[in-house]
T-cell receptor, first 112, second 114 residues
Framework: QKEVEQDPGPLSVPEGAIVSLNCTYS??????FMWYRQYSRKGPELLMY????GNKEDGRFTAQVDKSSKYISLFIRDSQPSDSATYLC????????????FGTGTRLTVIP | DAGVIQSPRHEVTEMGQEVTLRCKPI?????LFWYRQTMMRGLELLIY????????DSGMPEDRFSAKMPNASFSTLKIQPSEPRDSAVYFC????????????FGNGTRLTVT
C-alpha cells in the first residue's frame, strides 16, 4: 500500500464549478499537509499548507484535513481556466527525515 | 529572486551515454533535493543535501546515479551509463529548513534516453 493515495483523474469541470480534490494516507504520524499545483512543463509550486487537522482558506482555495479519517481535501470555488493544472497532495511527519510523501497528482481541466 | 534554476531543460541521449543535470538553488537555502517524476510513480525523492552534505541517498535507484554539491550554489546529478528506463523529468528543489518550510522547485529537466 502506498503511503499516500490520490485519484489521478483526469477531472474536467465547467468554469465556475466547485472542485473537490482528495487524498488518503496510511501513516498516522503525518502532521504537515500541503497541496502543490503543477502547470504543464513546470515544477510544482506550493499552494496551501496546513498543520494537523482543520480547515484553512486562502481566496478561492480551502484545504481541509481530517486526521481521524486520514483524509485531506482541497476545494476550489468559482474555478477558472487558469486553475487547469495537476494538483499534488504532500505530507510529512513531525519527526523523522526530510521525506515529503507526494500523491501522484490529479489532473484538472477547467473548461471555459 | 530567480528561483531554482535547472539546466538543461531537455536532454535527449543514447543508451550508455553519460548525462549530467545541473541545479542552482535559491540563495540562502540550506537544503537541496533531487526528485524524479514519472507518470507511473509520481514524484520520487532521490537524494537530499543539507549545507552541501549528502544526508540521505536511499532513493538513488542504482550505482549508475551519483549526485554532488561542491558548494552552496551548485549541484549536479549524474547518470552513467544511462538507460531508457531513466527517461523521466528530474526536478531539483531547495528549502530553508525541513518539514515546516516549503520546497521550491525548479522547472525540471526532461530526460529522454533512446
Amino acid at each position: 500500500q502506498k503511503e499516500v493515495e490520490q485519484d489521478p483523474g483526469p477531472l474536467s469541470v465547467p468554469e465556475g464549478a466547485i472542485v473537490s480534490l482528495n487524498c488518503t494516507y496510511s501513516n498516522s504520524a503525518f502532521q504537515y499537509f500541503m497541496w502543490y499545483r503543477q502547470y504543464s512543463r513546470k515544477g510544482p509550486e506550493l499552494l496551501m499548507y496546513t498543520y494537523s487537522s482543520g480547515n484553512k482558506e486562502d481566496g478561492r482555495f480551502t484545504a481541509q484535513v481530517d486526521k481521524s479519517s486520514k483524509y485531506i481535501s482541497l476545494f476550489i470555488r468559482d474555478s477558472q481556466p487558469s486553475d487547469s493544472a495537476t494538483y499534488l497532495c504532500a505530507m510529512i511527519a513531525q519527526t523523522g527525515a526530510n521525506n515529503l510523501f507526494f500523491g501522484t497528482g490529479t489532473r484538472l481541466t477547467v473548461i471555459p | 529572486d530567480a528561483g531554482v534554476i535547472q539546466s538543461p531543460r531537455h536532454e535527449v541521449t543514447e543508451m550508455g551515454q553519460e548525462v549530467t543535470l545541473r541545479c542552482k538553488p535559491i540563495s540562502g537555502h540550506d537544503y537541496l533535493f533531487w526528485y524524479r517524476q514519472t507518470m507511473m510513480r509520481g514524484l520520487e525523492l532521490l537524494i537530499y543535501f543539507n549545507n552541501n552534505v549528502p544526508i540521505d541517498d536511499s532513493g538513488m535507484p542504482e550505482d549508475r546515479f551519483s549526485a554532488k554539491m561542491p558548494n552552496a550554489s551548485f549541484s549536479t546529478l549524474k547518470i552513467q551509463p544511462s538507460e531508457p528506463r531513466d527517461s523521466a523529468v528530474y526536478f531539483c528543489a531547495s528549502s530553508l529548513r525541513t518539514h515546516n518550510s516549503p520546497l521550491h522547485f525548479g522547472n525540471g529537466t526532461r530526460l529522454t534516453v533512446t
